[in-house]
């Protein structure tokens, strides 16, 4: 399943429109759609934003997602998908001061070099 999938299988078990969605993360209802065709990849902020209207955690709205950014996650990258599972379940523990920390961890790790890919 694709993030788009789980989004729109999420969204109509709870009986809410594209436009309803749109409108609660602050997107725009095309945006919405792209997202449910994975014609584009939402941001992680949107996928929090998405998770909490939802009453779910991240962890909770990614489960059963194997295709992100184009990789089959389960499939080709198990290791890599039990790791970003635990990984978000960390995160969502975390206060809003706490995920800012993480964030800013996170983007000194990805400047340097020492540390990328």
Known sequence: MTIGQRIQEIRKEHK????Q???MIGKGFSTVQKYEIDAIQ???QIIEKIASVF???????MSGVEVWGGLH?????????ALKADTI?????LNDLG???A????????ENPKYTQ
């Open 42 to 44: 939402p941001p992680w």
């Open 55 to 61: 009453g779910m955690t991240t962890a909770e709205l």
């Open 21 to 23: 969605l749109s409108e």
């Open 103 to 110: 964030n800013e961890y996170i983007t000194d790790l990805s």
């Open 89 to 93: 379940a960390k995160y969502d523990r």
């Open 99 to 101: 995920k800012e920390k």
């Open 73 to 81: 996650i389960e499939s080709e990258f198990p290791i890599i998908a």
């Open 16 to 19: 809410i429109t594209q436009k």
